[in-house]
């Protein structure tokens, strides 16, 4: 069984808390936090307050997915009861053993993520010491792009390394993620698939978390 984390990104801003309990509610495990810095990636979206201004409500837990330089910076700010990951890229820090003990330090899961031009074997020193590798299965910056099909080798490349070598993380994948590709990235090792536009984009989230949730069953 495959989890889904609805990325806020593609949600109605105006009524963010209606829409992350409506994901919620029907089997979403994780909302998807999409923090972007307009340097890191060509877009800015929301920071720490956005993101703490759904701790009243009744949600899943956070996911909380870094596209900025210099993280170690914020990570503290997105610390709450609900966050259970932070994912920096490794793109984005050069000293990434560092970042990762950083967000471990505040009793939050560490997870690294990739970008589409970066190779799994960028990661090889670090695996053992990550709760969750990311594969952007789209340049990061945006919803509603394309899916990248390289990003399946990148997810069974994962999966083997982890079976051979005994490490602990879970795979997630993000970007271009649909009901049509949904079942082959599980069948390629994922664990956890994010998905922004084809959840919020329908005509009821809700509705689509539980399509979604059928399919990865
Ligand atoms: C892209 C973000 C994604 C994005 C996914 O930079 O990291 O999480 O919201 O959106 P979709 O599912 O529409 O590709
Ligand atoms: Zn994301």
Redesign the pocket.
């Known amino acids: 069984m495959a989890k889904l984390a609805p990325?806020?990104?593609?949600a109605d801003f105006a009524r963010l808390g209606e829409d992350a309990v409506k994901v919620s509610e029907n089997g979403a495990a994780y909302l998807?936090i999409?923090v972007?810095d307009g340097h890191f990636?060509p877009?800015i979206s929301f920071g720490a307050g956005v993101m703490k201004s759904l701790d009243g409500y009744e949600t899943a837990p956070y996911d909380v997915?870094l596209?900025i330089e210099e993280p170690d910076r914020y990570i503290g700010d997105f610390v709450t009861d609900k966050t259970e990951y932070i994912v920096v890229h490794q793109e984005a820090c050069v000293h990434l053993h560092r970042t990762i003990q950083l967000i471990r330090s505040h009793g939050v899961k560490a997870g690294v993520?990739i970008n589409p031009a970066t190779p799994v074997s960028a990661l090889q020193c670090i695996l053992p010491d990550c709760d969750l590798i990311l594969v952007?299965?789209?340049?990061?910056?945006?919803?509603?792009?394309s899916?990248i099909p390289a990003s399946y080798d990148k997810i069974r490349e994962l999966a083997k390394i982890r079976e051979e070598k005994a490490c602990g993380y879970v795979i997630e994948v993000?970007?271009?993620?649909?009901l049509e590709n949904a079942v082959m990235l599980k069948d390629a090792g994922c664990d956890i698939l994010?998905?922004?536009?084809?959840?919020f984009?329908a005509e009821d989230a809700g509705e689509r978390v539980r399509e979604f949730m059928k399919v990865l069953k």
Do not use: W
Not at 7 to 10: D, V, Y
Not at 136 to 145: A, L, R
């Open positions: 990325s806020l990104l593609s998807h999409d972007m990636v877009n997915h596209m993520a952007m299965s789209v340049n990061p910056g945006f919803g509603g792009q899916f993000d970007g271009g993620v649909n994010v998905a922004g536009s084809a959840v984009g």
